[in-house]
């Protein structure tokens, strides 16, 4: 059974830092597509992240420079480092999986599996 974890969310100030983890269980990582998205109240779903099976990671404009998205393979763990947090960050943040099909070109692939999600709240 496919199953994503996140967590790491939290409450911090512009210009701080936290770091997302998405532990993943019942399939092989290391071999997936994995992203991150995040939702914010009002807003359409928007990704993130995304890093494919040879560990190469893309990024939304809005966050490139800023996130970094990482996989422990060993931990079967997916994290976003996310640095110089905005308030408009602010948002529930979801790790997916990719498992069927290419996995080299992530960044616009469809995903099959989600997490609950974890909340970034970041203040001014």
């Known amino acids: 059974q496919v199953q994503l974890a996140e967590s790491g969310g939290g409450s911090v100030q512009a210009g701080g830092s936290l770091r997302l983890s998405c532990a993943a269980s019942?399939?092989?990582?290391?071999?997936?597509?994995m992203a991150w998205f995040r939702k914010a109240p009002g807003k359409e779903r928007e990704k993130v992240a995304t890093?494919?099976?040879?560990?190469?990671?893309m990024y939304a404009g809005s966050v490139e420079g800023r996130f970094t998205i990482s996989r422990d393979n060993a931990k079967a763990t997916l994290y976003l480092d996310m640095n110089s947090l905005k308030p408009e960050d602010t948002a529930m943040y979801y790790c997916?999986?990719?498992?069927?099909?290419?996995?080299?070109?992530?960044?616009?692939?469809?995903?099959?599996?989600w997490g609950q999600g974890t909340q970034v709240t970041v203040s001014s």
């Open positions: 890093i494919n099976r040879f560990n190469s990671g």
């Open positions: 019942g399939f092989s990582a290391s071999n997936a597509c």
């Open positions: 997916a999986a990719k498992l069927t099909g290419t996995t080299s070109i992530c960044w616009g692939a469809n995903y099959d599996y």
